[in-house]
Nanobody, 126 residues
């Protein structure tokens, strides 16, 4: 299962971006979806997830209150709205299905079960 990310770009600190995660061959509604990111020289880390069953959500502590994950099942898309962006948010962002029970209180426990796509680059710079 591989998803396609889009919506990245260059934004000034304090700005906003909305990332999209789509699939053409299956229904996202049936999966718990996680957003991850990887900055240069660092490992990939979980950022947020949304449950397939009740659309419950989870966030990495550093993005709580700034990022919002959501679904639009009619468009077969999962979004990550990112506000008040900081330079430390700069990274390549990826989405992938994750094990449903891993979408809990601790973002470092998100367990990816799909393939990684190309990701979308988010650059936060003045």
């Amino acid at each position: 299962v591989q998803l396609v990310e889009s919506g990245g770009g260059l934004v000034q600190p304090g700005g906003s971006l909305r990332l999209s995660c789509t699939a053409s061959e299956f229904t996202l509604e049936e999966y718990t979806i996680g957003w991850f990111r990887q900055a240069p020289g660092k490992g990939r880390e979980g950022v947020s997830c949304i449950s397939h069953s009740n659309s419950g959500t989870s966030y990495k502590d550093s993005v709580k209150g700034r990022f919002t994950i959501s679904r639009d099942n009619a468009k077969n898309t999962v979004y990550l709205q990112m506000n008040s962006l900081k330079p430390e948010d700069q990274a390549v962002y990826y989405c992938t299905p994750i094990a449903p029970l891993s979408c809990g209180d601790y973002s470092h426990l998100y367990y990816p079960i799909g393939a990684w796509g190309q990701g979308t680059q988010v650059t936060v710079s003045s």
